[in-house]
């Protein structure tokens, strides 16, 4: 017979180990933060028109540098996307959503801001009155909208006629 060892046990009191739980607590909390920080908002889904229906709004209702996306459908079965944004004064932006370059890779949001699909990035913003570049580059096409102190009216013609002229050649292009 041989003889048993015996197991010794492994008693570790609190003065030891403390510095394993403060640890492990310093790597919880980074975690919990990190995932508060980095979890998407709930965003607002973009409110869908009709053909020719224009949209009136009132300034004040609008949340600044948070933009508000509206769905207006060209033809059947092809819409676009457009937002409506006031800055933290009242300089207004009305554009397209997605650029004329990455137009089929469309955008997301993320807080306040409208990132192209492809580049992953913010677009840059053409500013009313501005011609944009002849070549397709990553810049927010605006549309035309009309002022009439706190009131805001985007025509639906004005959408129209400028995704015709911006993006008709672009999505033409892309069929080929």
Known sequence: MTPRKR??????TWREAWPIWLTFS?????GVVG??????????PSTELLQGEDVALNIGELQPNLPRLFAYPLQPGQ???????????????????????CYR????????QILCGRCN???MRAV???????????????IPFERSGERLTIRASSVRDTSM???????SEKVR
């Open 7 to 12: 197991k010794r046990a492994l008693a570790i």
């Open 121 to 123: 990035e913010p677009m």
């Open 165 to 171: 002229r911006w993006y008709e050649p672009v999505v």
């Open 105 to 112: 890779d469309g955008h997301y949001r993320q807080g306040g």
């Open 79 to 101: 819409t676009t996307e457009y937002f409506v944004e006031r800055d933290a004064g009242e300089r207004i932006t009305i554009a397209f959503a997605s650029c004329r370059k």
């Open 128 to 142: 009313a009155g501005q011609t944009p570049a002849s070549e397709k580059d990553c810049t927010q096409i605006p």
């Open 26 to 30: 310093i790597f919880f909390s980074f």
């Open 35 to 44: 995932v508060w920080v980095l979890r998407p908002a709930t965003q607002i």
